[in-house]
């Protein structure tokens, strides 16, 4: 699948780094470095602009190896639907107790393009019945 991109940062485009890569990384577009404090959250631009086709979204996720680290994105997924057109952005939170340094082409995040469907509601009186049922939240024990 094509999809089109605008890259305004000095930046490579996002790729897949292995031919079985879910995500693409996303690269921080920064003039100047960015400390992120403990327990702090920012908005990190990376430069792109896309336009996905209709059908599909682009989830932002967090990168395992900043995870363990302690910096997360708290809204993961993030969605980016098909018809924004603004620069896309990644909120970071930083979880620890120290400073976390971000700089200019530093990966971020990862960036998952995932096909996507529209419902129509059809409202009921009564839902079709299963073995589940209304069971949730760890209902099924431990096994």
């Known amino acids: ?13 996002p790729h897949y780094a292995t031919e ?3 995500g693409m990384d996303l690269r921080a577009d920064l003039k100047e470095e960015m400390l992120l404090q403990p327990n702090e959250i920012k908005l990190v ?15 932002i996720r967090p990168r395992s190896g900043m995870g363990y680290k ?8 993030g969605t980016i639907d098909a018809d924004y057109r603004g620069e896309i952005k990644v909120i ?3 979880l620890t107790q120290e400073a976390f340094r971000i700089e200019n082409g530093d ?8 096909r996507c469907t529209q ?15 209304v069971g949730g939240f760890g ?5």
């Not at 302690?70 to 997924?77: K, L, Q, V, Y």
């Open 1 to 13: 699948m094509n999809v089109q991109i605008i890259n305004k940062s000095s930046n490579v485009l």
């Open 20 to 22: 079985g890569s879910a």
């Open 45 to 59: 631009p990376t430069g792109l602009y896309m336009q996905l086709p209709v059908g599909f979204e682009a989830q």
């Open 70 to 77: 302690g910096i997360t994105i708290p809204n993961a997924p």
């Open 92 to 94: 970071l939170m930083n």
């Open 107 to 114: 990966r971020i995040a990862q960036m998952v393009i995932a």
């Open 119 to 133: 419902v129509a509601w059809e409202e009921v009186e009564v839902l079709e019945q299963t073995e589940r049922g």
């Open 139 to 143: 209902h099924t024990g431990k096994q």
